[in-house]
């Protein structure tokens, strides 16, 4: 029963009565009017299932990405008993020891030191001088689609193409790229809402597995230095910024899972999107030039493949008239927060032209995406050599969701010529 209205919202258990259920297949594949009630009668409230504290404005959600009363960990200021928190399940330590040294789950002065020495790897003109690599293994991997006349254009685009790219970036060697996707399925299903004993078992085997592959790789760059960003690190583990083995680790598992999970799943998502609303597909399609680049954007926000980015609350704060204490876990809405009427005009509808489209798909302040350049420019270039080569590229049969709802995406895209 929700409690009664503080400011404007609601606290206790108002979630109950919204539609909100994340483990619901349902509400996976379609939470949107769960999120529209939310944020006109529960825009901040307790959900007792995780013990988070629900966030579905998009002025809110924007808001306390940028502040730092609110952190990705507490550890940096806290021990757990001093902030009401349970310290980790040490047979979950492996996994624990890999994410908690990686980019998005450190703070400053860490966080600002990691940051600094991967961002050259991120910069424009990095990131341009990929181009022509990325298009052209855009166009192979489209081509080879055409070439089957059609199939799960998940697993024959989406997902190979950003696993290449920064596999190459990285330096993995070609014949050990099929390793990569398996091990960072199995660690990202940590990031679901109360993950079950066994996605637990397998997030610590592939933390392990990951780790140990990755050393023997910096091992490798440490005899032998080439120009991939793995040498990079370790040439700057040398130098003044000192550099850990378990950072490099960490931060080479971040760059690969981050790299690629969010490419994956807008294509997926932006495409069933497209064929959703087929006036949107024939536009683009008419104006491929003018319009991949507000398109890509646009399916960022439309179906957005994080819905969900989580926060530690490190002092007392007040959102949208509601107190949230200390030692309380936030959940960022950005599924909902992308389709707020309040910042963005006719939400639910795809609009591949829309020019005011500040989504927070890849999040905001410190921790904003280091690699959405990289992102936009695999999807632009996916798209773009799908729109161009395959122009009567059509769906077979409509796609099943994956169970996960934090990082939501399809099971497969069946698609014909």
Known sequence: MASAPVGGASVGSASEGSGFD???????????????????HAPVTRYEPTGQWLVSRYEDVSALLRDRRLGRTYTHRYTHEEFGRPAPDPAYEPFHTLNDHGLLDLEAPDHTRIRRL???????????SLRPTVRRLAGELVDGLLADGGGDLIAAVAEPLPVAVIAEMLGVPEADRGLLRPWSADITGMFELNPSAETARRAVTASTEFSDYLRGLIRERRAHPGEDLISGLVAAAEGTDALTEQEM?????????AGHEATVNTTGNGWWALFRNPAQLALLRGSVDELLPTAVEELMRY????????RWVLEDIEVAGVTVP??????????SANRDP?????????????????HITFGAGIHFCLGAPLARMELTESYGALLRRAPGLRLVREPAWRPGYVIRGLEELIVEL
């Not at 297949?25 to 939310?38: K, R, S």
């Not at 957005?304 to 980015?309: A, E, N, S």
């Not at 006719?346 to 489209?357: F, G």
């Open 22 to 40: 994340p483990w619901s297949a349902a509400f996976v594949a379609h939470p949107y009017d769960a999120y529209a009630t939310l944020r006109e």
């Open 118 to 128: 991967v961002s050259k790897a991120f910069t424009p003109r990095m990131v341009e």
């Open 249 to 257: 680790v960490s931060t080479c598992v971040l760059l690969l899972n």
């Open 303 to 310: 179906d957005t493949p994080l819905q969900m980015f989580e």
């Open 342 to 358: 309040a910042r963005f005009t006719a939400p639910d509808r795809l609009d591949v032209a829309r020019a005011d489209n500040p």
């Open 326 to 335: 200390r030692g309380s876990e936030v959940a960022l809405l950005f599924g």
